[in-house]
C-alpha cells in the first residue's frame, strides 16, 4: 500500500494510491513517518467525529423531552380549562367563548357531559352557541339536543339544521304541517330533507292558499 499527499482546507492528508499509477512525488511508503501520521491524524479525525454525532444525538433527545414536557402541560392546562368550564358560575355570555378555546383538547366523554348538561338544562350552560359545541359532539347527542329543542317548542336556529340527521328534520317538518313554527323559513330546510318531506310541505302550502 502506498499514500497520495493531500492537502484539503489548509490541512495534510494521506489517501490510499493504486501502485500502478504512481506519478505524484509525494508518495509515501507505509512504515514512512508521515504514513503513521496519516494514521494517527485519521483516528484523530474519526474520534472527533463520533464525539460530535454523540452531542448531536443527545441535543436530539433533549430536544423531544423537552417537545412532550411542552406538549403534556398543555393537555394539563387544557384539561383543567376544561373543569373550569364546568365548575366556575359564570354570564352566559361568555361561556360559549370559554368554550370554545378547550373543545378542541376535549375528548369525547367530556363533549358528551357538554350534552347531557344541556339536555338538562344546566343553567351554566345557558344561552349556549349549540352551532359552535355541534360540530365536536356525535351523531346521537346533536339528534337528542335538536329534537329536546323541538319537543320543547324552542325556536330552531336553522344554522344547526346541517348537523341534524334527516329523521330528526322529518319530525319538525310533521309540526309544521300540523300547523305549528309558521314562522320558520322552510325553504331554508329543503336542501337537507328528504324528497318526501319537500312533497309534503309542498302540498301543505298549496293547500293553505286555497
Same mark, same amino acid.
Given at each position: 500500500?502506498?499514500?497520495?499527499?493531500?492537502?484539503?482546507?489548509?490541512?495534510?492528508?494521506?489517501?490510499?494510491?493504486?501502485?500502478?499509477?504512481?506519478?505524484?512525488?509525494?508518495?509515501?511508503?507505509?512504515?514512512?513517518?508521515?504514513?503513521? %501520521?496519516?494514521?494517527?491524524?485519521?483516528?484523530?479525525?474519526?474520534?472527533?467525529?463520533?464525539? %460530535?454525532?454523540?452531542?448531536?444525538?443527545?441535543?436530539?433527545?433533549?430536544?423531544?423531552?423537552?417537545?412532550?414536557?411542552?406538549?403534556?402541560?398543555?393537555?394539563?392546562?387544557?384539561?383543567?380549562?376544561?373543569?373550569?368550564?364546568?365548575?366556575?358560575?359564570?354570564?352566559?355570555?361568555?361561556?360559549?367563548?370559554?368554550?370554545?378555546?378547550?373543545?378542541?383538547?376535549?375528548?369525547?366523554?367530556?363533549?358528551?357531559?357538554?350534552?347531557?348538561?344541556?339536555?338538562? &338544562?344546566?343553567?351554566?350552560?345557558?344561552?349556549?352557541?349549540?352551532?359552535?359545541?355541534?360540530?365536536?359532539?356525535?351523531?346521537?347527542?346533536?339528534?337528542?339536543?335538536?329534537?329536546?329543542?323541538?319537543?320543547?317548542?324552542?325556536?330552531?336556529?336553522?344554522?344547526?339544521?346541517?348537523?341534524? %340527521?334527516?329523521?330528526?328534520?322529518?319530525?319538525?317538518?310533521?309540526?309544521?304541517?300540523?300547523?305549528?313554527?309558521?314562522?320558520? &323559513?322552510?325553504?331554508?330546510?329543503?336542501?337537507?330533507?328528504?324528497?318526501? &318531506?319537500?312533497?309534503?310541505?309542498?302540498?301543505?302550502?298549496?293547500?293553505?292558499?286555497?
Amino acid at each position: 500500500m502506498k499514500l497520495r499527499k493531500v492537502n484539503i482546507n489548509g490541512k495534510t492528508y494521506y489517501e490510499e494510491v493504486d501502485e500502478d499509477n504512481i506519478i505524484d512525488p509525494e508518495i509515501v511508503e507505509p512504515n514512512d513517518k508521515k504514513a503513521k %501520521d496519516y494514521e494517527n491524524n485519521n483516528g484523530k479525525e474519526k474520534s472527533k467525529f463520533n464525539k %460530535d454525532f454523540n452531542q448531536f444525538l443527545n441535543s436530539m433527545k433533549n430536544l423531544g423531552k423537552n417537545i412532550s414536557h411542552s406538549v403534556n402541560n398543555a393537555v394539563n392546562n387544557a384539561v383543567k380549562s376544561t373543569k373550569n368550564v364546568f365548575q366556575e358560575n359564570s354570564n352566559t355570555k361568555d361561556v360559549t367563548s370559554r368554550l370554545a378555546k378547550v373543545l378542541p383538547y376535549m375528548d369525547e366523554d367530556d363533549i358528551h357531559e357538554v350534552a347531557l348538561r344541556i339536555l338538562k &338544562d344546566d343553567p351554566e350552560f345557558e344561552g349556549l352557541d349549540l352551532e359552535v359545541v355541534m360540530p365536536f359532539m356525535d351523531d346521537e347527542d346533536i339528534d337528542a339536543i335538536f329534537m329536546k329543542m323541538i319537543n320543547d317548542g324552542k325556536e330552531i336556529n336553522l344554522k344547526l339544521v346541517h348537523f341534524v %340527521d334527516s329523521k330528526c328534520l322529518s319530525k319538525l317538518v310533521d309540526l309544521y304541517v300540523q300547523g305549528k313554527y309558521q314562522d320558520l &323559513d322552510v325553504d331554508a330546510l329543503y336542501p337537507y330533507l328528504d324528497k318526501n &318531506d319537500i312533497k309534503r310541505i309542498f302540498y301543505y302550502e298549496l293547500n293553505k292558499k286555497k
